[in-house]
């Protein structure tokens, strides 16, 4: 079993930052990719950003530019930079990590950009 575990959400004034943190933890033998969804209210759970254990990294055409997500594969850890932030980026963020051929969700963590 794995367990990932989120934090770094929070309230953010239009064209602040936040940094998103993801932890997995369990029975890890290789994790293949590690990556972030969202969802917002009222909305499919839609793709954010992807690091793969080969190095590929991939983003939604709505983040490019703005999100940076990194890799500390030493802790398991997969992280978020979210820049330039806007009140549609608001939603509930998941960490999702590929472990061999099976996926893992995180718990969520709550971004809201408002003024």
């Known amino acids: 079993q794995v367990q990932l575990v989120e934090s770094g959400g929070g309230l953010v004034q239009p064209g602040g930052s936040l940094r998103l943190s993801c932890a997995a933890s369990?029975?890890?033998?290789?994790?293949?990719?590690m990556g972030w969804y969202r969802q917002a209210p009222g909305k499919q759970r839609e793709f954010v950003a992807v690091?793969?254990?080969?190095?590929?990294?991939n983003y939604a055409d709505s983040v490019k530019g703005r999100f940076a997500i990194s890799r500390d594969n030493a802790k398991n850890t997969v992280y978020l930079q979210m820049n330039n932030l806007k009140p549609e980026d608001t939603a509930v963020y998941y960490c999702?990590?590929?472990?061999?051929?099976?996926?893992?969700w995180g718990q969520g963590t709550q971004v809201t950009v408002s003024s």
């Open positions: 690091a793969t254990i080969g190095g590929t990294i």
């Open positions: 369990g029975s890890i033998a290789v994790i293949n990719a």
């Open positions: 999702a990590v590929l472990v061999g051929d099976t996926g893992y």
